[in-house]
């Protein structure tokens, strides 16, 4: 049985190959695998060690992958001056502190959504990583999905008319947060992020309400409103107290109507001719409707989490800031901060500067 | 062909039936057909006249019932001294003065929702029902819509544990009234009055966002949040502005949740053994889960307007103060008024005293 | 309350209007109140006379109607000079017998589906109709349905390239008919009658599998191939015994492929771009798909069964051969013999000559 | 960085761990990454090489998994004695060959379905399997699926009385496959394999039909059905053809009906408490129906590849038969034949001795 490839041979655990981006992975939990899996299938990046406190969750990475060294310290892998970039995937009170750090090391870095934990540490992440010329990336996840991209290009397009004003409802049961944080800065980074691609400028203001059943003073259930310039609006429903699991977008525009449906299999997104307009030509206040054709067009599907890995990748080898960087990071936090106050002050509009 | 049969016989037209209530139609629009054609099928109720000031909408009537005496003045119909009960079906506007005449005239009064155009109108004709001793009644459909009184059984019993919140969907596109109402008055009373009833009181207070998008100063989307005794929240959310039609609410409870999607033919109702639980024993903040068996309990469907229709008559022939009384009537308004208030104050929280 | 309109005041009951055609219908079951509902729509048509054994059935009908004679006799509607037309909505069994003393009588008939209990019958009652020069028509519904006219109009158009298959599924509990017929004869005319005006013509022969479980000869599952010039296959699913309702039709062509869904409320019918072809240029054994848009045409809804009625009306005022004749009637007959004999012979193939 | 776990130590590449079932998969094309991924998350299996004819597959596969020997040649692997058992995951027409060179060096054989070409084959492999004393699987699925188990064990309860038919629907575009195999060989084993699970014995005989629409001689459409004692019928509807994914499963019996819906995310399972039975009191025809509520059984999800890898796995270890024996493929292989023999004769009855 010599016949092993020859691919196979030169790969000695854990040796330098040129133009090969060597990862370090800081939190191996919900997300972890999904991350290891993905970024393994990036033809120039290696995953070469994950850390993470809990030493259990760790076991069934090793039997799978005996090469990646694995370690309960995180410095472990700041220190590895062998070591790249690496991907932080850790509760959001930590991605301060260890993307600090990760920076300092001269590492390249990527957090999960949200980038942190205030604004205050996001422009701080930010400023690291121009004085250290180092790539910082987070990861919001959706605007690396085929049908939220479908839907930009669309907007962009014209064809959908004048933005009326975009609903999204993300719900479903739990998964409550250990760290404190309400389901706002858990799944409406999701939407906001999606929105503020697909509008392409920062709200005028923000209000919210919340409500929490489940933990006392930690929201489980949420309303947010964005209002942008030109009397455009989004609202946002977030839930982890629901029957079923949501995830729907509906945009709403002068001319067409868009839904987009992540849980659908087959037919994610809908572009419906349909419209409401004034009839100008009429005496009596009198609307006319459109209704006409529902196209759902083919959107060849890759998985945003692989899109996502490799866009990183590259923006580290071109040394381009990345589509999602540290600026589209602190906008998100900008809004879940604003949201927080709002609720705060039941309901009040957060005037954003 | 001798053998007409005997009923058919004794039913010279507009001859008074011992028993039979007589019913007056005042505004034969959208909604007229339906009212018409529900009455008739009520065995004790009969319809003897219809109103409305656009003669073409009566034609059609005309020729399938040629026995019902059409007019475009609803003066006509209060004149009648044989007209025992009127059906008021025109826009909200109009509703106080055609209810109050039809009650100083000496009618058993229904009113299409919401029951007139603020909380003073209600209660004025309140009063006047009260002195007249007559029935009052507004056309909270949902209230007899066999799925609406299943969910309420299911919380009555105790199943689904403590109340937590209700979400409400109710959007599609249109139709635009051409009475300058927004989109709260048009569709929310369905929402309001299903809620009160599965509740069982009134909200502290009410919460309201609204944007308008078509016509200038008329919300054609708008969230609503009530807040309940107990911090029990209920939030809807209305639209004429929506590609596809949803009528959807979520019950959400501590043991149990419940869906109602109106729009389902055969599974109309589910209810989901479902939680989240703070585990209370956990050093941790720790949340349990339960995911259990969902049913979709039978309901035998009979139309709610049929349903509607018959208690009207009911309560003319028993005298018993309507499931939908005025007070009813007056307490959904009561809702919209302070929707309106907190729209036009960015959101604030309108208590109701 | 002097303002009846002009129009119910002429309405003397039972007088004769010019160029009106006055109908009697003979059975007034599960269908009849939907056919007197529809009949009375179309404005140049009156219903004058209904007949039903049952005279429970018959009750309801006068409280509404008081205007329409009720008899249990048909032979008093036969014998009514004044009556131009009979609609025969009883079981299967009667049709022949029925239609031919409508016929007899000088009346045009329109017979529910299936035309008659046998393809002889059929023919029998074809002639008498052009000796007596009457219009006899069939109500084949669904030749009236928007949806199917749609696909027709997309089938001929060319769009979806050459017709591979059509497979329909047409399940739900009940309902068992009491005069002994089965399955294929309740429910497969639908399919049927779709399918032929769909293709354009009949089909070379005919095999069916059925089996009986509630009631001992009585299938109540049944599936049916209908082989076409061409190579051309149609299968047919039709069951009175399954837990949900499914009215489902696929249209498999070689560019694209159509879905007919009738119990979806807004996108019934659904074109999707996709299709299989041989790779012909390939060495190998290659199939190359094609996985494009999908659209839901936007399709104008209007009650099929009042655009039969109205049909039925204008052909006997223009004396012109209705779309759903005899012969049609008769091809779907044939059909339903055939398939009842291949059951018979265990799904051998019945050739239709 | 010296933290690397001690599990991780210990795993020199291809070194014998005791107790570990080291496997060699022959085939990796489509289904084989799954196949990897779920045998390396066995605990106690190991996936130590890897042959496939076409060398850039294996490509992707070194990059992961560096540990794993990657060949050309099949032989490779049947003489290194230090692999335990062999996954064959190729097409049909080579299965015998490969399954029993494996079993003849002494391996365990796990044969993706169905198990070979014939029965004739089938039967060799078994005897062969014997004489060695070596574990032969076939790689059914579906009998390892929680949702399929769920009603297996429904049934078995006797919750749904008496069964009448089960309805299978398992239609998509292609895949085609290049061994010249028609849809009957690719996609029907997974219907026989659950309904022979469920029913738990052979069909008294087989009848199918097909239609080649893309590749001459290949059926890509095809209905096939299965006879049971008793009167209980199985139908198989499969299609390469069509518009949209279908994997349904209906299950009617004399007291409930079950759906299975593969594809459904949430809701897989339904149980409806709705029957059709003869009233054996009444003078005539009469069946009464019931329509009770409908349940869905939640069903802990677990991935019935890595369900069947494990079954695999423990049935080496313990030396006991596994669920799907050779034995198990031979049936559905019979079918499989008899369905071909069937089209052939214009389907005939193939009665199954």
Same mark, same amino acid.
């Given at each position: 049985?010599?016949?092993?490839?020859?691919?196979?041979?030169?790969?000695?655990?854990?040796?330098?190959?040129?133009?090969?981006?060597?990862?370090?992975?800081?939190?191996?939990?919900?997300?972890?695998?999904?991350?290891?899996?993905?970024?393994?299938?990036?033809?120039?990046?290696?995953?070469?060690?994950?850390?993470?406190?809990?030493?259990?969750?760790?076991?069934?990475?090793?039997?799978?992958?005996?090469?990646?060294?694995?370690?309960?310290?995180?410095?472990?892998?700041?220190?590895?001056?062998?070591?790249?970039?690496?991907?932080?995937?850790?509760?959001?009170?930590?991605?301060?502190?260890?993307?600090?750090?990760?920076?300092?090391?001269?590492?390249?870095?990527?957090?999960?959504?949200?980038?942190?934990?205030?604004?205050?540490?996001?422009?701080?992440?930010?400023?690291?990583?121009?004085?250290?010329?180092?790539?910082?990336?987070?990861?919001?996840?959706?605007?690396?999905?085929?049908?939220?991209?479908?839907?930009?290009?669309?907007?962009?397009?014209?064809?959908?008319?004048?933005?009326?004003?975009?609903?999204?409802?993300?719900?479903?049961?739990?998964?409550?947060?250990?760290? @404190?944080?309400? $389901?706002?800065?858990? /799944?409406?980074?999701? %939407?906001? *992020? &999606?929105?503020?691609?697909?509008?392409?400028?920062?709200?005028?203001?923000?209000?919210?309400?919340?409500?929490?059943?489940?933990?006392?003073?930690?929201?489980?259930?949420?309303?947010?409103?964005?209002?942008?310039?030109?009397?455009?609006?989004?609202?946002?429903?977030?839930?982890?107290?629901?029957?079923?699991?949501?995830?729907?977008?509906?945009?709403?525009?002068?001319?067409?109507?868009?839904?987009?449906?992540?849980?659908?299999?087959?037919?994610?997104?809908?572009?419906?001719?349909?419209?409401?307009?004034?009839?100008?030509?009429?005496?009596?206040?009198?609307?006319?409707?459109?209704?006409?054709?529902?196209?759902?067009?083919?959107?060849?599907?890759?998985?945003?989490?692989?899109?996502?890995?490799?866009?990183?990748?590259?923006?580290?080898?071109?040394?381009?800031?990345?589509?999602?960087?540290?600026?589209? @990071?602190?906008? $998100?936090?900008?809004? /879940?901060?604003?949201? %927080?106050? *709002? &609720?705060?002050?039941?309901?009040?509009?957060?005037?954003?500067?």
């Amino acid at each position: 049985m010599a016949m092993t490839l020859k691919e196979a041979k030169k790969r000695k655990p854990n040796a330098r190959k040129s133009g090969v981006v060597r990862m370090g992975i800081i939190g191996y939990g919900y997300w972890g695998p999904n991350l290891v899996r993905n970024l393994q299938d990036v033809e120039s990046a290696e995953v070469v060690a994950v850390s993470d406190l809990n030493s259990a969750r760790l076991k069934t990475l090793s039997r799978k992958f005996p090469s990646i060294r694995l370690t309960s310290e995180c410095k472990d892998i700041f220190r590895d001056s062998s070591i790249d970039a690496v991907v932080i995937a850790t509760p959001v009170s930590t991605h301060f502190m260890l993307a600090k750090q990760a920076l300092l090391s001269g590492k390249h870095v990527f957090v999960e959504k949200p980038l942190a934990a205030s604004v205050q540490e996001c422009r701080a992440l930010i400023e690291i990583a121009r004085t250290q010329k180092k790539t910082l990336m987070v990861g919001h996840t959706f605007e690396y999905n085929p049908a939220v991209l479908k839907i930009s290009e669309i907007l962009r397009s014209g064809e959908l008319g004048r933005l009326h004003y975009i609903d999204s409802v993300r719900v479903n049961l739990g998964r409550y947060q250990s760290d @404190g944080r309400n $389901v706002i800065w858990d /799944l409406a980074p999701h %939407d906001i *992020s &999606i929105i503020l691609h697909w509008i392409g400028h920062m709200p005028l203001g923000v209000s919210a309400w919340g409500q929490s059943f489940v933990q006392k003073g930690i929201e489980d259930v949420a309303f947010i409103r964005l209002g942008f310039p030109g009397g455009i609006l989004a609202h946002i429903h977030v839930s982890w107290l629901a029957p079923a699991k949501l995830r729907r977008m509906t945009v709403v525009a002068s001319q067409k109507m868009a839904l987009y449906d992540d849980l659908e299999n087959f037919e994610k997104i809908k572009i419906a001719d349909r419209s409401a307009q004034l009839n100008v030509n009429s005496d009596q206040l009198r609307v006319d409707y459109r209704l006409g054709d529902i196209v759902s067009p083919h959107v060849d599907f890759k998985e945003p989490l692989g899109q996502e890995c490799e866009h990183f990748i590259e923006s580290i080898r071109s040394g381009k800031k990345p589509l999602t960087d540290g600026e589209s @990071g602190a906008r $998100v936090v900008r809004i /879940l901060e604003a949201s %927080d106050q *709002s &609720i705060k002050q039941g309901g009040k509009f957060i005037r954003l500067t």
